[in-house]
């Protein structure tokens, strides 16, 4: 049986001499699926399968337990700019690895659907800087772990001024509940965190965010370090396109 669907390439390998192995990020989940010859006869899928195009995959089922047979690809959506930017390419490169890494369990429609309009607002916008924090924060988000930038997360109260940040705690904490673990954070850093996590892809919100922050040179390096700090305290894998990704 033949079935179709939208799917993001991640990654490929070679499987023995003549196959690839292609990894696929779809609305049903990821999907390892095999094209078979494709490494021998590159005709059947052209440049198809290039890491990062959004193709239309027709996948065979097999039996149980082995991957589906990549039978055909259309393609629907081929990152030009990205690929010829160095800057857009490691930003992407960190967000495949991330895509990678993960695993999603349910919402996979929305989850596709976040990263189709993602890329293609990448692939027509100039790089802003502020979307490593913003895919970090959605991807906690999406996984379960989303920081807590609004109440207090042990007593829930509201501060209006004075905030204290706790990465192990998963949020803020009030004057109150402070801990050793915890430090101060201003309304302005907060109001930013807060933002990127509640906005959708929208990259005018975006730009205008960036461009507010080029005035306070010091938030925007917080808001880094506390996104970083947050992705890898609760997802800690070890992200290897972080190495390149020093765009500030
Ligand atoms: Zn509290």
Excluded at 26 to 41: F, L, N, R
Excluded at 126 to 134: D, Q, S, T
Excluded at 172 to 177: A, D, N, Q, T, V
Aim: with cysteine; aromatic share 14%.
């Amino acid at each position: 049986m033949i079935f179709s669907l939208e799917a993001l390439v991640l990654s490929k390998e070679k499987l023995g001499e003549i196959d690839l192995l292609v990894e696929l990020f779809t609305p049903k989940g990821k999907i390892w699926s095999i094209a078979k010859g494709a490494q021998k006869s590159r005709k059947r899928f052209v440049n198809l399968l290039e890491e990062f195009n959004f193709i239309k995959a027709h996948l065979r089922k097999t039996s149980k337990g082995k991957f589906p047979i990549l039978e055909k690809a259309d393609l629907l959506f081929l990152p030009e700019s990205i690929r010829n930017d160095y800057r857009k390419y490691i930003m992407i490169s960190y967000m495949g690895e991330i895509l990678s890494k993960i695993n999603f369990y349910g919402l996979f429609v929305e989850y596709f659907s976040f990263i189709k309009i993602l890329f293609k607002e990448i692939e027509k916008n100039e790089l802003i800087l502020l979307l490593k924090p913003f895919f970090e924060l959605k991807i906690l988000k999406f996984s379960g772990w989303s920081p807590e930038f609004f109440q207090c997360v042990k007593c829930g109260y509201k501060p209006k001024k004075v905030f204290y940040l706790s990465i192990p705690e998963g949020g803020i904490l009030c004057f109150k509940c402070k801990d050793e673990n915890s430090e101060s954070i201003n309304l302005e850093t907060i109001e930013v965190l807060r933002n990127l996590i509640e906005i959708p892809v929208h990259f005018e919100k975006l730009k205008k965010l960036e461009k507010d922050l080029e005035k306070s040179i010091e938030v925007k390096e917080k808001i880094f370090k506390i996104s970083e700090k947050f992705f890898k305290y609760f997802l800690p894998f070890e992200w290897n396109s972080l190495k390149f990704l020093n765009l500030r």
